[in-house]
T-cell receptor
Framework: QQQVKQSPQSLIVQKGGIPIINCAYE??????FPWYQQFPGKGPALLIA?????SEKKEGRFTISFNKSAKQFSLHIMDSQPGDSATYFC????????????FGSGTQLTVLP | EAQVTQNPRYLITVTGKKLTVTCSQN?????MSWYRQDPGLGLRQIYY???????DKGDVPEGYKVSRKEKRNFPLILESPSPNQTSLYFC?????????????FGPGTRLTVT
């Protein structure tokens, strides 16, 4: 049973656009929601993370929006650039799971010049 | 440089031939984990270790073994590989205390089993 559902599977935007990637979770015990960015040939790397006590977190051009009641969170990339082209994974964890990460299925983002 | 290293990066083998993928980290992290990445399925955890001599199954442990004899190393063993284990494998490590739960990933090992 997939505990974190991610959409869309792929996304193509023009430079300067605002791609939005959505994730939904089922386990209400989750209390840490990171996003990882993966470039071709590389391992995933932490991009930004949020805890459920806030509804939004912004780091540079990347923003996480969190809706606890809907059990959903999303990643917005402002003023997207071709260098943002990568695969993005949402994930979730909770203390009772020894902080193991449950990942979404990934979104392949392409930002056209 | 703080990093997680994996070897080999690419491996082509035949069904049933035992293989080991090594993983090493230089950040003194207690937690280490193995994932496999398959198209449309994201990253699925195979095994993890909270510390030396402590290992536990993840979501897809069948056909894999691990050991944690030293804090820095966490090898993944496939004793009798099968074609359905063809995948991209990642090792990761993190601290188990403090406020940051960031996992640091290695560069990946692409395994093909024919």
């Amino acid at each position: 049973q997939q505990q974190v559902k991610q959409s869309p599977q792929s996304l193509i935007v023009q430079k300067g656009g605002i791609p939005i990637i959505n994730c939904a979770y089922e386990n209400t015990a989750f209390d840490y929601f990171p996003w990882y960015q993966q470039f071709p040939g590389k391992g995933p790397a932490l991009l930004i993370a949020i805890r459920p006590d806030v509804s939004e977190k912004k780091e540079g051009r990347f923003t996480i929006s969190f809706n606890k009641s809907a059990k959903q969170f999303s990643l917005h990339i402002m003023d997207s650039q071709p260098g943002d082209s990568a695969t993005y994974f949402c994930a979730a964890s909770w203390e009772g799971s020894a902080r193991q990460l449950t990942f979404g299925s990934g979104t392949q983002l392409t930002v056209l010049p | 440089e703080a990093q997680v290293t994996q070897n080999p990066r690419y491996l082509i083998t035949v069904t049933g031939k035992k293989l080991t993928v090594t993983c090493s980290q230089n950040m003194n992290h207690e937690y280490m984990s193995w994932y496999r990445q398959d198209p449309g399925l994201g990253l699925r955890q195979i095994y993890y270790s909270m510390n030396v001599e402590v290992t536990d199954k993840g979501d897809v442990p069948e056909g894999y073994k691990v050991s944690r004899k030293e804090k820095r190393n966490f090898p993944l063993i496939l004793e009798s590989p099968s074609p359905n284990q063809t995948s991209l494998y990642f090792c990761a490590s993190s601290l188990t205390s403090g406020t940051s739960y960031e996992q640091y990933f290695g560069p990946g090992t692409r395994l093909t089993v024919t």
